[in-house]
């Protein structure tokens, strides 16, 4: 028999896993980038914000990339 989960289930699922890991990773770079508390994020420049998701945008294509190729190899295996 199927079960179905519901999209509020998964939105809460989901919800949850966010904020346990984007707290572990979040201190993770306060510690990496800002151990003494004299930078951070919210003393960023615009400027410096927009290079930093731009950043974060080319790594999300990459990383998109990969799954992509690697469902690929699945599928053709």
């Not at 919800?15 to 201190?27: H, P």
């Not at 994020?41 to 930093?52: D, H, K, N």
């Not at 790594?59 to 295996?77: H, K, T």
């Amino acid at each position: 028999m199927e079960t179905t989960t519901t999209d509020e289930q998964l939105r809460d699922k989901w919800l949850a896993e966010f904020q346990a890991e984007g707290y572990a990773k979040f201190t993770a770079g306060i510690k990496e980038h800002n151990p003494d508390g004299t930078k951070g994020i919210g003393r960023m420049t615009i400027e410096q914000l927009a290079r930093e998701m731009k950043n974060e945008a080319i790594d999300q294509y990459f990383y998109a990339c990969a799954l992509e190729d690697g469902i690929a190899r699945r599928a053709d295996s």
